[in-house]
């Protein structure tokens, strides 16, 4: 991993959510909807795309993003709309490490922000089920901002919003090229995907975890 240019340590943990504490993954859902994992595959790289879904996190209705694709793919209507009315159902859990992590920062008074790429009133439905998503002291949510990552722009008003020090900051996201636009803002930042240990990453970078 290259290392950011900064050389000061960070002092406060900025999260993801979808794959860093969430197991958030379409596939969840679509398992019980289609008999086929050839049929699912094509269901969700033609009709209920990754890039159909990302223009809800930067905040389209999803009343409207069914009706177009509704238009389009008529013989699937069942399937489409289960994406929006069965969505609790495409987060199979939590990463309980990294939860218990986020507590342990927590408890010993650690700053911890998110900036997280999702649909606003899917993430309202989500903080309902894991109390801990209300905890952080500060949000960027994009279906709110209308900004996705990796864009410059959301990275820049987490800072912005709560007076922080890009080099301050230690960024933790599933998406390398998320975790690429947080350093190019001057973060330092983790790519995590399993088996990754986030503890023992946030340790080598001077937290008490």
């Not at 943990?13 to 969430?22: A, P, S, T």
């Not at 990294?98 to 899917?122: D, W």
Request: proline residues 4%; charged residues 30%.
């Amino acid at each position: 991993m290259r290392e950011n240019v900064t050389a000061q340590k960070p002092t406060t943990v900025v999260f993801d959510i979808g794959n860093v504490l969430l197991r958030w993954d379409p596939r969840n859902l679509y398992r019980k909807v289609f008999n086929d994992e050839a049929e699912m595959e094509w269901f969700l790289s033609t009709v209920c795309t990754n890039q159909w879904n990302l223009e809800q996190d930067r905040g389209r209705d999803w009343e409207e993003a069914v009706a177009l694709l509704v238009k389009d793919f008529p013989d699937h209507e069942t399937s489409i709309r289960a994406f929006h009315d069965r969505w609790e159902e495409t987060v199979s859990g939590v990463f309980e490490e990294n939860v218990a992590v986020l507590g342990r920062l927590r408890e010993a008074g650690v700053p911890n922000y998110c900036i997280t790429n999702f649909s606003a009133p899917k993430l309202d439905l989500s903080k309902k089920r894991y109390p801990f998503l209300e905890g952080f002291d500060g949000i960027i949510v994009s279906g709110d901002e209308r900004l996705l990552k990796p864009e410059p722009a959301i990275y820049q008003l987490l800072l912005s919003r709560y007076g922080l020090e890009a080099g301050d900051c230690i960024f933790i996201d599933d998406s390398k090229a998320n975790v690429e636009g947080a350093k190019a803002v001057g973060m330092h930042a983790i790519h995590f995907i399993e088996p990754v240990d986030l503890a023992a990453e946030l340790r080598q970078h001077g937290f008490a975890v």
